[in-house]
């Protein structure tokens, strides 16, 4: 009887520990995948965040650029205006 319970004790063992071994293999396996979609995600955010502040640059020197040409604009009208004034 207590061979037989011995036997019956092994086998459940011998199972418990494949099944922990195989659930140890699988998450490894999660684990360097998660690892990978990490990485992925990482230079995702990077990239894009990269191409938002090439985006506010060019936004910027184009705003730079229009108000600087309003001034150049301005400033040539009010020229005109003040030669106009001074020749009456």
């Not at 659930?23 to 998660?34: D, E, F, G, N, Y």
């Amino acid at each position: 009887m207590i061979t037989f319970i011995l036997g019956a004790l092994a086998t459940i063992v011998v199972g418990v520990m494949v099944w922990l071994t195989v659930s140890t293999i699988s998450m490894i396996s999660k684990v360097k995948h998660l690892e990978i979609q990490q990485e992925f995600l990482y230079r995702e955010i990077n990239e894009r965040c990269n191409a938002i502040n090439r985006q506010l640059d060019h936004l910027i020197q184009e705003t730079n650029h229009r108000i600087d040409e309003n001034y150049s604009y301005t400033d040539s009208r009010m020229d005109k205006l003040e030669t106009k004034l001074t020749k009456k």
